[in-house]
């Protein structure tokens, strides 16, 4: 069965120190990842995906996430922090191998301070 | 290109009242996954459709249900809610039911059941 766990609940940075949100994930086969964000009453928005190659994904608004097959992670990066960042933030996996459904992790708050 | 559009985007129903919420998806794509987030649960896996038929379907009881059209519109429906069906109900469209096909999100529907 596949899973994704995101094991901060909230993550806190002054604006403009890097930030990172921690993603693991489990998978029988190989992995699709995804991030996604969630503004304030809004449904989510695409950041990125890893599929294969690089392991290092460049997304939208300046994002980007590592993927590391090892340590079965895929953290969200970004070397300088806005406000305008602050948002929930979702990491998202689907089997390679199967036409299975994607899998949500629970979120992480990130809260940007000025 | 229009987004998804999910209607109405809010609605307030009681207890053992049926309720349908719609989706349309983004002109040429086929696919439509329907997706449930609520703060105790976080996004959950509803069902998903490609070309009017359901290839998954997440953990939920009968009462959920769903259909798509030739069009790929797509209506979602809950028969006698119960209050744990609260929720925000997220629409998502991919071109094809893919892997690797990333999602686009609805801004959703908030139902709240009384």
């Known amino acids: 069965a596949q899973s994704v766990a995101q094991p901060e609940d909230q993550v806190n940075v002054a604006e403009g120190n890097p930030l990172t949100v921690k993603c693991t994930y489990s998978v029988s086969g190989n992995p699709y990842l995804f991030w996604y964000v969630q503004y304030p009453n809004r449904g989510l928005q695409f950041l990125l995906k890893?599929?294969?190659?690089?392991?290092l994904v460049k997304g939208s608004y300046g994002f980007e996430a590592e993927f590391n097959k090892s340590q079965t992670s895929f953290h969200l990066k970004k070397p300088s922090a806005l406000v305008s960042d602050s948002a929930l933030y979702f990491c998202?996996?689907?089997?390679?191998?199967?036409?299975?459904?994607?899998?949500f992790g629970s979120g992480t708050r990130l809260s940007i301070r000025p | 290109k229009a987004g998804v559009t999910q209607t109405p985007r809010y609605l307030i129903k009681t207890r053992g009242q049926q309720v349908t919420l719609s989706c349309s998806p983004i002109s040429g794509h086929r696919s439509v996954s329907w997706y449930q987030q609520t703060p105790g649960q976080g996004l959950q896996f509803l069902f998903e459709?490609?070309?009017?038929?359901?290839?998954n379907k997440g953990n939920f009881p009968g009462r959920f249900s769903g259909r798509q059209f030739s069009n790929s519109r797509s209506e979602m429906n809950v028969s006698t809610l119960e209050l744990g069906d609260s929720a925000l109900y997220l629409c998502a469209s991919s071109s094809t039911t893919g892997r690797q096909e990333t999602q686009y999100f609805g801004p959703g529907t908030r139902l709240l059941v009384l």
């Open positions: 890893y599929i294969t190659g690089d392991n």
């Open positions: 998202a996996v689907r089997d390679i191998s199967s036409a299975s459904k994607i899998i």
């Open positions: 459709y490609f070309s009017e038929t359901q290839r």
